[in-house]
């Protein structure tokens, strides 16, 4: 079955720098690839997602880039802001499965 | 839409009682699925339901852990006898049908903590 990695587990950032999360994942049957940002107390929140016949995807100061070859997929947060500390999850699934495989988590402190 | 509904948001119980959480999925969404979340193990997917029948329940822990889905728009988990162990927090998610449409999307989940 699909198994889906993260890195960092924890990453602290200055307030305005860029923050970047690292996720692979093992199976090549994988085509969708969600982020969810949870808030303590909270439930994970959809934030960006890419599908694999796309290489990177904007959304103003958040992107996710795929290396389908590769295996991995990463998600870039510019300029960052107190409110963007918060535990981020990459997930994987298949195009016609519906079991969403997730990574342990990224919890991301921005100082200010 | 007011997205994944979950009650009780908070739960206390003692070990050996009866534990039943709720979710009520967003309308018109065919898939409906339980996760828990622990520190040890991160979101693990207990079990998912395709218009109200269980597809894959692999990942419930015990015959302690039983769900239903009667209707579209209501699921229960239910934990019987509950343990300290069992202490997580629970969400629930749904989805439209597979494909390029298929988004998952949670609720605010369910703490539990079982004395």
């Known amino acids: 079955g699909e198994n889906v990695e993260q890195h960092p587990s924890t990453l602290s950032v200055q307030e305005g720098d860029s923050a970047v999360i690292k996720c692979t994942y093992s199976d090549s049957a994988s085509n969708y690839f969600p982020w969810y940002k949870q808030e303590l107390g909270k439930g994970p929140q959809l934030i960006i997602d890419?599908?694999?016949?796309?290489g990177e995807k904007k959304d103003q100061r958040i992107a996710v880039t795929l290396n389908k070859t590769a295996k991995h997929f990463s998600l870039h947060i510019t300029e960052t802001q107190p409110e963007d500390s918060a535990v981020y999850f990459c997930?994987?699934?298949?195009?016609?499965?519906?079991?969403?495989?997730f990574g342990p988590g990224t919890r991301l402190s921005v100082l200010p | 839409d007011a997205g994944v509904i979950q009650s009780p948001r908070h739960e206390v119980t003692e070990m050996g009682q009866e534990v039943t959480l709720r979710c009520k999925p967003i309308?018109?969404?065919?898939?409906l699925f339980w996760y828990r979340q622990t520190m040890m193990r991160g979101l693990e997917l207990l079990i998912y339901f395709n218009n109200n029948v269980p597809i894959d329940d692999s990942g419930m822990p015990e015959d302690r852990f039983s769900a239903k889905m009667p209707n579209a728009s209501f699921s229960t988990l239910k934990i019987q006898p509950s343990e300290p162990r069992d202490s997580a927090v629970y969400f629930c998610a749904s989805s439209a049908r597979p494909g390029t449409a298929s988004k998952l999307f949670f609720g605010e989940g369910s703490r539990l903590t079982v004395l």
């Open positions: 309308s018109g969404h065919d898939y």
């Open positions: 890419i599908r694999s016949n796309v």
């Open positions: 997930a994987a699934r298949d195009n016609y499965g519906q079991n969403f495989v």
